[in-house]
C-alpha cells in the first residue's frame, strides 16, 4: 500500500499533472487528466494581470463572439457562465417557478434536479430502459414545464438515440435542456436541432476535454429570445477576465483537445478490456469515463480503493446501478495503477 502511494504522488507531482488532493489520485470526477492545456501557459505569458483592478466584460462579449464563430452561430445565441452548473441554475431559475413540473429519465447528473427543487418544482423522474435507451413516451407525457436530457448521458456514458431527442425537442412545449458536457469526445453533437426547436437549450462545457475545470468556463447555446431571458436573470460580470481570456484561447487550441480525445480513446479501449478480464462488466461509453458493474460490493470497492490512495466514484445507490462504479480514464500510468490497485481486491487476493 504504502509503495503504491510513493507512486501515485510521484506521478502526481509532476508539473503537466495536478491531481493531488489529500494524497489522492482522483479518477471520479472526469476531469481532463492528461496533462495542461496550452492555452493557460500563453495567456499567463501575456495576460496584463495589472488590469484585474476593473471589472471584466459584463457578457464575456469575446468569449461569446469566439465561440459563436467556432460554432457557426451569432453572439446572440450565446451565453456564458462560471462551468456548466451555473448555467444549469440560471435555466433553472428563469424558467421553473413552484409548483412547475420537472422532468428527466434516470440515472442521469444529479444536478438537474438539484437545482429543479432549489426552485421548489414538482420532479418527476423516468427510468431508463434496456440499453439505457430513453422512456420518450414517458417523458413527453408529462406535459414538463422544463426536462433535462444529458447527450451522451453521465453516468450510463451512452448517446441517447438521436430520433429520441428530436421528438423530445419538438413535441415538448416547455423547455428542453441537452446538456453537451461530453459531446468533445463522441464527435456528435445536436446544436443544429436545438436550434430549430423553439425550446431548446444546448449546454456546453470546458471543465472537460478542454482541460480548464479550476477556471471554471461553461456556455449555453439557444435562440436570440431564449438567451435574452436567462440574461435577465443572470448576474452582471460573471466570468472573471483570466478565465475568459483562457477560454478564448482554449478555442485556438484544437489541436491539442482532438490529440488528448484520441488519446483518451485509446486507454479508454485499454481499460476497458483489462477491467472485463478482471470480472467487471463494462459498458460502452462515449465519455472520457467508463460505467462497470463490479463482481464485488462497489461501497467496499471504492473504500478499498482509498485507502490504497485512489479514489473512484460510487453509483450503487442509483437506481438500476447497484454495485456499479465510474471510473474517469486518465493516461496509462493511472490506468496501471488502478488495476494493480483493483486486481487483489476483486480476486480475494491479499493486498
Not at 495589472?50 to 471589472?55: A, T, V
Not at 430549430?196 to 471554471?216: C, P
Not at 478482471?278 to 464485488?296: D, Q, T
Amino acid at each position: 500500500m504504502g509503495e503504491l502511494r510513493r507512486r501515485s504522488l510521484e506521478l502526481l507531482s509532476r508539473p503537466s499533472y495536478c491531481l493531488v488532493d489529500k494524497e489522492l489520485l482522483i479518477l471520479n470526477n472526469n476531469a481532463n487528466l492528461f496533462g495542461m492545456n496550452p492555452a493557460v501557459q500563453e495567456v499567463a505569458d501575456s495576460f496584463d494581470f495589472g488590469k484585474l483592478w476593473s471589472y471584466p466584460s459584463e457578457n464575456s462579449d469575446l468569449l461569446r463572439e469566439r465561440i459563436a464563430s467556432e460554432l457557426s452561430t451569432s453572439p446572440d445565441e450565446v451565453i456564458v457562465g462560471n462551468g456548466s452548473d451555473e448555467l444549469l441554475d440560471i435555466v433553472s431559475k428563469t424558467f421553473i417557478n413552484p409548483g412547475d413540473t420537472f422532468c428527466q429519465a434516470i440515472p442521469t447528473f444529479r444536478m438537474y434536479k438539484f437545482y429543479a427543487m432549489v426552485n421548489m418544482a414538482t420532479v418527476e423522474e423516468k427510468m431508463l430502459l434496456g440499453d439505457f435507451a430513453l422512456p420518450t413516451e414517458d417523458i413527453l407525457n408529462e406535459e414538463a414545464k422544463m426536462v433535462a436530457l444529458c447527450q451522451p448521458n453521465n453516468p450510463t456514458g451512452n448517446l441517447l438515440d438521436r430520433d429520441d431527442v428530436e421528438r423530445i425537442l419538438a413535441e415538448s412545449d416547455g423547455i428542453v435542456l441537452l446538456d453537451e458536457a461530453y459531446s468533445d469526445f463522441c464527435d456528435s453533437n445536436m446544436l443544429s436541432e436545438v436550434l430549430a426547436s423553439e425550446h431548446g437549450i444546448d449546454v456546453r462545457t470546458f471543465s472537460k476535454a478542454y482541460g480548464i475545470a479550476g477556471l471554471r468556463a461553461g456556455f449555453a447555446i439557444a435562440r436570440k429570445e431564449i438567451v435574452d431571458e436567462l440574461r435577465h436573470v443572470r448576474t452582471p460580470f460573471g466570468l472573471n477576465s483570466l478565465t475568459e481570456a483562457v477560454a478564448v484561447a482554449a478555442l485556438d487550441h484544437k489541436d491539442w483537445v482532438d490529440a488528448k480525445v484520441a488519446e483518451m480513446k485509446s486507454e479508454r479501449e485499454f481499460l476497458t478490456n483489462k477491467m472485463r478480464a478482471l470480472g467487471f462488466k463494462v459498458y460502452p461509453s462515449e465519455c472520457n469515463f467508463i460505467l462497470c458493474k463490479a463482481p464485488v460490493s462497489s461501497a467496499g470497492l471504492v473504500s478499498a480503493l482509498i485507502e490504497k490512495g485512489i479514489a473512484i466514484r460510487d453509483f450503487g445507490a442509483y437506481p438500476l446501478l447497484e454495485d456499479h462504479v465510474r471510473v474517469t480514464i486518465g493516461p496509462r500510468e493511472y490506468m496501471n495503477m488502478l488495476l494493480e490497485a483493483v486486481a487483489p481486491l476483486v480476486n480475494g487476493e491479499p493486498s
